[in-house]
T-cell receptor
């Protein structure tokens, strides 16, 4: 029972480089999302998707792109990394069919931008 | 004003103590209230949820919502070192996305 799997767990980038954080879930969840977690700021929503082919912006979308070609995968792309994007990134999914709001999180991807 | 406020701590208590973790929120439209627990270097996981006002108990954990004061609490009885983690409150309006508090770091020492 893998749940939500994120790769890589750690990454160091130079300013201006691009990269993709991968997220996959095996629970057949329709809803998937990306958060960043910074000290004193809590979890902030970057982008989310309510199903394959549908994505929308969250609270802090600038500098990030997403796509949802399958139910299972929801990659997050950093187009031109900046030091302000140094953070821990979490992917989360939800069945979206209950009102409990239970999100299932991956273990996180720690990104450092130099 | 932030929609949800949470004291970041850290909160350090001896094993066996009763712990009280709290959040305040600003909008009376919020109806779903959750507590997530996050161990170090792990993702958050849902611990408790309540709908509207009242209490909910699960073992040593009790979640409490006071909508008149816009105040939510998580009580941990007989705290254990394994309870050491960051606790995040999360709230939601019907049909809307979760809003998280910044989290309170709890340390339970033996």
């Amino acid at each position: 029972n893998a749940g939500v799997t994120q790769t890589p767990k750690f990454q160091v980038l130079k300013t201006g480089q691009s990269m993709t954080l991968q997220c996959a879930q095996d629970m057949n969840h329709e809803y998937m999302s990306w958060y960043r977690q910074d000290p004193g700021m809590g979890l902030r929503l970057i982008h989310y998707s309510v199903g394959a082919g549908i994505t929308d912006q969250g609270e802090v979308p600038n500098g990030y792109n997403v796509s949802r070609s399958t139910t299972e995968d929801f990659p997050l792309r950093l187009l031109s990394a900046a030091p302000s994007q140094t953070s821990v990134y979490f992917c989360a999914s939800s069945s979206g069919q209950t009102n409990t709001g239970e999100l299932f999180f991956g273990e996180g991807s720690r990104l450092t931008v130099l | 004003q932030k929609e949800v406020e949470q004291d970041p701590g850290p909160l350090s208590v001896p094993e066996g103590a009763i712990v009280s973790l709290n959040c305040t929120y600003s909008n009376s439209a919020f109806q779903y209230f959750m507590w997530y627990r996050q161990y170090s270097r792990k993702g958050p996981e849902l611990l408790m949820y309540t709908y509207s006002s009242g209490n909910k108990e699960d073992g040593r954990f009790t979640a409490q919502v006071d909508k008149s004061s816009k105040y939510i609490s998580l009580f941990i009885r007989d705290s254990q070192p394994s309870d050491s983690a960051t606790y995040l409150c999360a709230i939601r309006r019907p049909g809307d996305k979760l809003i998280f508090g910044t989290g309170t770091r709890l340390q339970v020492f033996p």
